[in-house]
């Protein structure tokens, strides 16, 4: 198994704050719940505008912090889902069944622990991963 973000682009819309139609939020509704059924579901929310937001960039170590918004839509990020399948063909297969009208959806990735090789992620940092992961589904019953 692998697991994937499908990452919501925003547009313009999104970043103005409008929220998604009562009939969109239901057509939402029923693909995450096809997701859920499907046991492919880890993770999925949608996110403010920008303008709510902010960004910490560092240079030598030392945070700056930027007050949105950003000027940039097409770089910005409206929402999100994290998803468990099989292969990318599933997750492409997903992000092709979002009810979407207009829009983008970029899939990518997520790295795995068995990623990285020995001189990257020794043994003992991947236990400690791996028991700090087995912590937070304890302690968020994922």
């Known amino acids: 198994m692998a697991r994937f973000m499908m990452i919501v682009k925003a547009t313009e819309e999104s970043e103005a704050g409008a ?7 239901a057509e939402m509704g029923k693909y995450n719940e096809q997701l859920v059924r499907a046991g492919a579901l880890l993770a999925a929310d949608g996110l ?3 303008s709510e937001g902010a960004r910490v960039a560092f240079s030598d170590g030392k945070p ?7 000027a940039e839509t097409k770089e910005l990020i409206a929402g999100f889902w994290i998803i468990q399948v099989k292969d990318r063909d599933e ?9 979407f009208q207009d829009g983008e959806i970029e899939v990518r ?4 622990l068995t990623d990285f090789p020995e001189d990257v992620l020794c043994a003992e940092d991947a ?3 791996t028991a700090m992961r087995e912590e937070l589904r304890k302690q968020t019953g994922r």
Do not use: N, Q, Y
């Open 127 to 129: 236990a400690r991963e």
């Open 64 to 70: 700056t912090v930027t007050d949105g918004p950003f």
């Open 91 to 99: 997750a492409l297969e997903w992000a092709r069944r979002v009810p």
């Open 19 to 25: 929220l998604p139609t009562k009939e969109m939020v």
């Open 109 to 112: 990735p997520i790295f795995e």
């Open 48 to 50: 403010k505008a920008s």
